[in-house]
């Protein structure tokens, strides 16, 4: 039996809303997690936090460590101003992070191994960062592109490599999100997959398939690793690139 | 020669450019814990960098990665 590794990313239609001038509106299960995903952020962040106990209980504790955590890392790298962009910040993370990790459930789905999520996330970040750059600094934004201290003569060159490294920046920013939760999402099902052929080969397969079920066990805690280190990835990068529209020279 | 036959190998010779990746993760984490021995103080401080030098050497790979994907179920 071969198990088609890419199966497990298909969009289903849950529903049909309507249509709209020819095309068809469906609620899909991606629309389904996302809500689930904003429903748990919600109740973990609201509801964890209501009793405001001065010792904080298990779940207040993730939900204040999460908050603090990233609250850390939007001052440790955009600065005291960049704290405006905090909320912004910590949705992003919260929801790329519990995305990952519903992800991880077996027969859920991953909202973040879709390339339209990321890219559509990771364009938000890009057009804010250009918006609130020239916002904020006029033309001085585009200091970005001139480092100081470099020689006339290869100045021309370096300001075409940086204006290119920053139209790219949307691309790895929502590729590396979207190819990591890919990846493993494929492995975990090959070596799933392996589990299913030695088992189906008799007594003699069964002993075989308990070494690719103890692999799924140890992937299984390594993308728990990179679900929460992706989030963050993401997050900080996030960071680095509001920190450029608000201190433009370098 | 079959087409099959050529994407199957051109996915395999895209996946070669993930072992540059590698050594690059390699040596960030590498360096990161020589350092952090040296001065276990000053470690907790670099941490985001750690991860944003991970991310970025790591994207390179993920782009090879992602054509070797495109050759065997996108295109």
């Known amino acids: 039996m ?7 990313f298909a969009i289903n239609n849950l529903m049909q809303l309507g249509t709209v001038r020819g095309h068809q509106l469906h609620f899909t299960n991606s629309a389904l997690v996302m809500f689930i995903i904003v429903g748990s952020v919600s109740a973990l ?4 936090t209501a009793p405001r106990a001065v010792v904080p209980g298990r779940l207040q504790s993730i939900a204040e460590l999460s908050y603090e955590f990233v609250a850390n890392t939007v001052r440790s790298t955009a600065g005291n101003e960049g704290m405006r962009f905090f909320p912004f910040v910590f949705t992003l993370f919260m929801f790329v992070l519990f995305a990952n990790l519903i992800g991880l459930i077996p027969y859920s789905f991953t909202v973040t191994s879709q390339l339209i999520v990321t890219a559509t996330l990771a ?8 918006i609130y750059g020239f916002w904020r600094n006029g033309l001085h934004f585009l200091n970005l592109f001139v480092p100081k201290g470099v020689p006339k003569l290869i100045l021309p060159a370096i300001v075409v490599i940086e204006v290119l490294s920053f139209l790219s920046r949307p691309v790895s920013h929502s590729v590396r999100l979207f190819a990591n939760m890919l990846a493993g999402h494929i492995t975990l099902q090959v070596f799933a997959g392996f589990i299913i052929l030695l088992a189906g080969a008799g007594v003699l397969g069964w002993f075989g398939a308990v070494l690719p079920f ?7 805690a390594l993308e728990l690793l990179v679900a929460f280190l992706q989030a963050y990835v993401f997050a900080i990068l996030t960071c680095i690139y509001l920190n450029d529209a608000i201190h433009p020279g370098h | 020669m079959d087409p099959t036959a050529a994407k199957y190998i051109g996915a395999g010779i895209a996946c070669i450019g993930m072992g540059g990746a590698g050594v690059g993760v390699g040596i960030i984490f590498g360096n990161y814990l020589a350092a952090a021995l040296r001065n ?13 030098g991970f991310a970025i050497t790591e994207a390179l790979g993920i782009f090879s990665l ?3 994907l495109l050759l065997l179920f996108g295109l």
């Open chain 1, 45 to 48: 962040l609201i509801g964890a």
């Open chain 1, 123 to 130: 364009l938000l970040v890009f057009f804010i960062v250009v």
């Open chain 2, 66 to 68: 992602l054509i070797a």
């Open chain 1, 214 to 220: 103890a692999m799924v066990v140890m992937l299984t």
């Open chain 2, 40 to 52: 276990p103080s000053a470690a907790q401080g670099q941490f985001g960098n750690l991860i944003f």
């Open chain 1, 2 to 8: 071969q198990v088609d590794p890419i199966h497990q």
